[in-house]
């Protein structure tokens, strides 16, 4: 251990409040929800600790009423890029020194802030800008960047305290952690506020300076977790927060001799189009970059005969609509036994007919709307090519209008053909494709899964029978990075479950874990000789 008066012991998870009605937190964040929905800001660049302002123009509304501006955002080029670069390893001097215990210190009080006076406001631009009901907002915005805050901070100590377990007599062997050379670019996405606070604060914690890129669809989002990162002290230059388009800010960066590393959340063709990038670019970084991403997913939930049908059927719904599908673990397949299907068909029918969908200020909804026109088309395009397809049919949902805000009504597809499209490819969006297999081929219908899409993220399996568990466990293996038994495949929690997938779905660096954390350091063997030799000459080379 470092130093023990400075120990930071493991923190608990921050509890999810219920904003039931009559309830104190209710009150405030419906009130945050009305200044925010009223107010249109400007949001400025952020680097090194100044303001910029471009005078190239986007705008922030919102998803369920996409006539409603509440803000308009600078965006960055390749003159501001340099300039955030600057600052980043102007910063760099200093931040990279700075006592771990003191940078720690500033994102445990970030923690603080969050969990106490900027909760209902994080959660209001959360709620505003990305479309989420209050409790997808609850446990974005608030709980689980308030974990990742705390969480981080106790692995990065446990990290620095990891040393040798040996040392001769006359010497002393230590270990060193430094943060990389040159800076990290930070890429991160819409659906998620917590990744977004994450994918910056994650490395800076650790040493590193950062250039941010937030999605376009977020940045409203980003610009308050932002401020945060300010009003907890963050030095200026540390994390630079730079929104714009792919091309004018990833280019420069991509090109930078000093880059140091990328964490990213996103699409696996950009992924996969930085890394290429990257390759190309080698021979003129001053060091490697490391290279740390979450991409895509096409998860999935599979059913076993001694399935608890209504645990089952509730599963299905959250995972797959919950924040309308937009999430990169959402369940966007399933493999249901027949002996099943005919009860779980009606299950799910009956209780999707519940299920309001609307404006986030009406805490009745249980859905809202997709991120923005890009998605809908996308989602829509799905939709309209089951309708059209011989091979599958839409048993629940299908519509859709963007007259007001981008919405789509939960979809539920049944499929002849275990690769049909929508069993394959990501559509991010409240699609479920069901495809229904004959009971005693369980042990086949796993390894069709296991074989059926490329990604590697998350995924479930429903079952009594301990041995049906065990099974798909084994075939199921590399299929998901988060398995869970007897759960929808979202929702994973940091400290409980670190998450990340691999194959298509990213390098499984386990956010919310002290491995993604060690991504961003570089370790110095230190040894100290007390007694150093004082002749050339060893034993062996006596004369006899």
Known sequence: MPNAKY??????????????????????????????????????????????????????????????????????????????????????????????????????????????????????????????????????????????????????????????????????????????EGFIFAVTPFNFASIAGNLPSAPALMGNVVLWKPASSAVYTAYHIMKLFQEAGLPDGVINFVPGSGASVGDPVLSSPELAGIHFTGSTATFQGMWRKVGENIRKYKWYPRIVGETGGKDFVFAHSSADLEALGVALIRGAFEYQGQKCSAASRAYIPKSLWPKLKEYLIEELKTVKMGDVEDFTNFMNAVIDRNAFATITEYIDYIKNSSEAEIIYGGGYDDSVGYFIEPTIAVTTNPKFRTMEEEIFGPVLTVYVYDDDKYEETLHLCDETSPYGLTGSIFAQDRWAIVKAEDILTNAAGNFYINDKPTGAVVGQQPFGGSRASGTNDKAGSYLNLIRWVTPRTIKENFNPPRDYRYPFMAEE
């Not at 200044?35 to 123009?57: A, F, N, Q, V, W």
């Not at 600078?74 to 001097?93: P, T």
């Open 7 to 180: 120990y930071i012991p493991l923190p608990p998870n921050e509890p999810i409040r219920s904003y039931a009605p009559g309830t104190e937190d209710r009150k405030k964040l419906k009130a945050a929800l009305a200044e925010l929905r009223e107010s249109e800001i400007e949001i400025p660049l952020i680097i090194g600790g100044k303001e910029i302002r471009t005078g190239k123009m986007g705008k922030c509304v919102l998803p369920h009423n996409h006539q409603k501006v509440i803000g308009h955002y600078h965006m960055a080029g390749e003159k501001e890029v340099q300039m955030a670069i600057d600052a980043a390893r102007e910063a760099y001097k200093t931040w990279s020194k700075m006592p771990w215990q003191d940078r720690l210190s500033i994102f445990m009080k970030a923690a603080e802030l969050l969990a106490g006076p900027r909760r209902y406001t994080m959660n209001a631009a959360c709620m505003l800008a990305q479309s989420k009901n209050v409790f997808q907002a609850e446990i974005d915005s608030a709980c689980e960047l308030i974990d990742f805050f705390r969480f981080n901070s106790y692995y990065a100590q446990k990290i620095y305290e990891e040393q040798p377990p040996y040392s001769p007599t006359g010497t002393w062997n230590r270990m060193e952690h430094r943060p990389l």
